[in-house]
């Protein structure tokens, strides 16, 4: 009776998904602030997800990545407490768990794709937080932008620089791009001919401007009336502008066409997804970066801050992702149901070991619901995931529905007593005494524990 | 029925660890809240005491129904013997059980005893159900029938009770149908029409001695005076001379490619096209040798071909199963490697000019239509029959080869060869059946 199924009954997986809905709703009586993790982790889970898919969802999980990190890191820095940080993560891996409870385990090649990903991005994040750090040090996006207008110096020889550096950029990027990025191999001669005529106009079109900036300015030595034109083109921010926009962007294309190069050239297979991951990273770190650079209301050291936090947790994930692969590859990795699980026993845990004492209360009350509530609901999914796995293991998915539901109304018939009953007993001993000691509560579970044990003995 | 075994799964141990790491917890960090929530697992340790171990009584009935177009009717007398079917044939297997206990059955795991040749392709063999006092629940699923006598086993039950606790399994006798034997179809299967210079029983497109009518031409001296139509000799004066259809021998080769990119399947768990091939191209070779024709076996490998000469002598038989059954093993390396490398050049000499070819491929590449395109050059009557290995995958790059593979059978049936597109749904014997009636009614 063992037909191999990794996925878990319908039922069952409805029935997780309801118990980390409750968990979830549960600690948020408490701690709101986990509502905030919930769609970072089901960010995370679409990108993770993406990664194992076509070379375009790769790109698009690739981008994805870093904004969900950016954001958990912006959330987790305006938690304001440890503890509310702390739950924060515990929404988001529960989201993310139950993503892999419905959808299943993401595969060795999504985790090697999205650590991948999560190290480009951490590299783009880290160089962010490096720019970030340079404006700030020159004083402002209009400095940075002025002293990267001028970076070849001033005057005539800054320009000629510029003149010499643009279209070298630009030759060198025609020429660095695969061709197989642009065309097919049927029509490799024609692309070479037209490259190579283009790489001759541009090398030509650059003769021809230095040429006549050479000219113009021997020229106004000569006559004093060009001197003005000559000023007025050295000293144009349009000219600079443009040249410093052909240049970076030709860089650009450089290093990604370098990148694309050096992994075609070293896989054997035809789904390599090394190109699609830099697509997609680069907006995703490139389009929040000028956004919290230029919307001006987020100062740079905040962005600094934020993207070096971003760099190192996406380090971490990386890290994190590329061990996981092995785990997975190894068939050792926890099931997603036991994440559930333990994610909502952690969302109690610190719930409850967020309160100091115990004192009739509204905030006690809330405290009890955050903690009593998600610890049955992990109780359950434990309960819960273990049948699913054994009935998939035995049936397969498509198990019929009945004895599901008769086995998720046992276990959450069985997590249900106990929650109102534990509530009651801290209730009714608190008011006995403000003030419930720690050993005496040990002495409740000491004398419940008993009475279980004395049944047990009694019923074998 | 065999013997009940009784599992008793310690469930309570998880909870005990729990509520002591919650207990710890609360203890070490202060938290009342912590050490009273201890108590929540404890309900589990207590549930899992209520598990009892009751047995239960279940009645397990099974009935086959064949689906197949050759045969007359698909029901049989239940359980009288086994059920005759033609292999590639699928048969439907309602297995039926029913709760003969006087309790509920909150948790009944049954599974079929599925012969394991006999593959199931829809369907499960597999249930759970929660049944009520004599209520019945019933397992519906269709395998396809492989030649050969398959006895079906017993059903294994397992019980769990509602804590899932206790586990009782064994396994039930079954009532009903429980042998299927499947016996080949196509053995008197006609050959096609490609035929050498000798007599024999292939119908041609040209006149001669025969039974059936051909056409009437005039008289030419020489003619048989029997051959006369004096009919209308005694009408018109006119001499004319009555052509039957020439039937003329005809000899096969069953090509098969055997290349290491026909180890393919469309999933893990499908047989990859060179066991599809082979099979076909085995219960073809059959087929046609029974029918007296002298037919071969040709094996392309990656640099060299394998080959049985045509024949339909019991060494030949012997040496056809023997290279198709050597094919199929994935390293398999020819004894014969071509002086070029080139398998289909070293094909294409080899190759008698008088015969008839049976291509089996999945057409994967290029190669096979190229070969297809230098048969047809060469005159040859070639019939493709293709394993579909790139169906019912949603992965783009199986796609995408499903439409090359697509455009190469459309450029091969341009070449005039009978393409027969052969997907996993289709049985084998229908699919014989199909390229032979093409044939014959060329």
């Known amino acids: 009776m063992s037909p191999p199924d990794d996925r878990l009954p319908t039922t069952v997986t409805r029935g997780l998904v309801l118990a ?81 409870v419905v959808c299943g385990q993401p595969t060795a090649v999504a985790l090697m794709r999205t650590g991948g990903a999560a190290l480009c991005a951490s590299v783009l994040a880290g160089g962010s937080a490096l720019v970030a750090i340079g404006i700030d040090t020159v004083g402002g996006i209009q400095a940075a932008l002025t002293t990267a207008l001028w970076l070849t110096g001033d005057g005539v020889s800054g320009l000629l620089v510029a003149l010499i550096v643009a279209p070298v950029a630009v030759v060198a990027a025609l020429l660095v791009v695969p061709p197989a990025a642009v065309t097919v191999p049927s029509r490799y001669d024609s692309y070479v001919t037209s490259r190579n005529a283009l790489a001759k106009l541009i090398g030509i079109a650059a003769a021809v401007a230095i040429g006549g900036l050479s000219i113009l300015t021997v020229g106004s030595m000569l006559v004093p009336t060009l001197e003005p034109v000559v000023e007025a083109v050295t000293g144009s921010a349009a000219v600079r502008g443009l040249l410093a926009a052909v240049t970076g962007t030709a860089l650009l294309g450089v290093a990604v066409a370098v990148i694309a190069r050096s ?31 230029g919307s001006g209301g987020i100062g740079t050291t905040t962005v600094a801050t934020l993207f070096g936090a971003a760099a190192a947790a996406l380090g971490v994930g990386w890290l994190a992702a590329w061990l996981y692969e092995g785990v997975v590859g190894r068939n050792e990795a926890t099931n997603p149901e036991t994440a559930v699980a333990a994610a909502l026993a952690v969302g109690g845990v610190v719930s409850g070991a967020s309160v100091d ?38 049936i397969g998915a498509e198990a019929s529905r009945r004895p599901q539901l008769v086995r998720l109304g046992w276990s959450g018939g069985v997590a249900a007593v106990g929650v109102p009953v534990g509530a009651l007993g801290m209730a009714g001993a608190t008011a006995f005494a403000p003030t419930l000691s720690v050993p005496a509560t040990a002495g409740v579970i000491v004398a419940v524990a008993a009475v279980v044990g004395g049944t047990w003995v009694l019923v074998r | 029925m065999t013997e009940r075994t009784v599992d008793r799964f310690t469930d309570g141990d998880w909870a005990v660890a729990a509520t002591v790491a919650l207990a710890g917890l609360g203890i070490t960090v202060g938290s009342q809240l912590l050490v009273a929530a201890a108590t929540l697992p404890l309900w589990y340790v207590a549930a899992a005491v209520l598990g009892s171990d009751r047995s239960a009584m279940v009645r397990v009935r099974r009935r086959v129904t064949v689906h197949d177009a050759s045969s007359e009717s698909g029901d049989a007398d239940e359980g009288e013997g086994p059920i005759p079917a033609s292999p590639g044939a699928t048969a439907t297997v309602r297995t039926t059980v029913r709760n003969d206990g006087s309790g509920t059955l909150v948790d009944l795991r049954v599974v079929d005893g599925v012969p394991d040749a006999l593959p199931v392709v829809s369907g499960s063999p597999r249930a759970c159900e929660t049944l009520e006092p004599l209520e019945t629940a019933t397992l519906e699923y269709e395998v396809e029938l492989r030649r050969g006598e398959h006895a079906f086993g017993d059903a294994t039950v397992r019980t769990r009770d509602l804590t899932g606790t206790v586990a009782e399994t064994w396994t039930a006798g079954v009532e009903g149908d429980d042998a299927v034997h499947c016996s080949p179809t196509v053995e008197t299967v006609p050959p096609g029409n490609g035929t050498n210079e000798y007599a024999g029983e292939v119908p041609t497109d040209e006149g001669g001695s025969g039974l059936e009518f ?103 038989r012997q040496e056809a199963t023997d290279l198709l059954d050597a094919m199929q093993v994935p390293g398999y390396v020819a004894a014969a490697r071509s002086r070029t490398g080139d398998p289909f050049a070293a094909l294409l000499q080899s190759l008698p000019g008088d015969v008839q070819v049976y291509l089996f491929s999945a057409f994967v590449d290029d190669d096979p239509l190229e070969l297809v395109e230098a048969l047809r050059a060469r005159g040859y009557g070639v019939r493709v029959v293709s394993p579909d290995v790139t169906a019912d ?26 393409v027969l597109d052969w997907d996993r749904e289709r049985s084998l014997g229908a699919v014989l059946r199909t390229v032979v009636g093409e044939v014959a009614t060329e």
């Open chain 1, 263 to 293: 992994v075609w050239s070293q896989t054997g297979g035809r789904r390599n997804a090394a190109v699609a991951i830099v697509a997609g990273t680069l907006p995703g770190v490139g389009l929040p970066f000028a956004a919290a650079i």
């Open chain 2, 393 to 418: 995958t949603a992965d783009t790059a199986t796609r995408l080869a499903a439409l090359e593979r697509g455009t190469r059978l459309a450029r091969a049936r341009e070449t005039g060869a009978q």
């Open chain 1, 357 to 394: 004492t115990a004192t009739l209360s509204l905030e006690l009350m809330r405290a009890g619901v955050a903690t009593f509530i998600p610890i049955a609901a992990a109780l359950f999914a434990y309960d819960v995931g273990r049948y699913g796995r054994t009935l998939a293991r035995e």
């Open chain 1, 20 to 100: 980390a809905l409750v968990g979830t709703l549960a600690l948020a009586v408490s701690q709101p602030i986990v509502a905030a993790g919930v769609p970072i982790g089901l960010g995370l889970a679409v990108a993770v997800g993406a990664a194992g898919g076509s070379n375009r969802r790769v790109a698009l999980g690739a981008a994805l990545l870093p904004v969900v990190v950016l954001a958990g890191v912006a959330t987790i820095g305006l938690a304001g407490t440890p503890i509310a940080g702390l739950v924060a993560v515990v929404g988001a891996a529960l989201a993310a768990a139950v993503c892999g």
């Open chain 2, 214 to 316: 051909y056409a009437v031409r005039e008289y030419e001296p020489g003619d048989q005076v029997r051959a006369i139509d004096w009919r209308r000799y005694a009408g018109t004066r006119e001499l004319a001379t009555v052509e039957y259809r020439a039937e003329r021998s005809t000899r096969i080769v069953c090509i098969v490619d055997a290349r290491p990119s026909q180890f393919r399947a469309a999933t893990t768990d499908r047989v990859p096209a060179i066991q599809r091939s082979a099979d076909a191209a085995g219960r073809a070779f059959e087929a046609l040798v029974a029918a007296g024709h002298p037919t071969g076996i040709v094996g392309i490998h990656e640099q060299g071909v394998t080959s049985v000469p045509p024949g339909t002598g019991p060494a030949t």
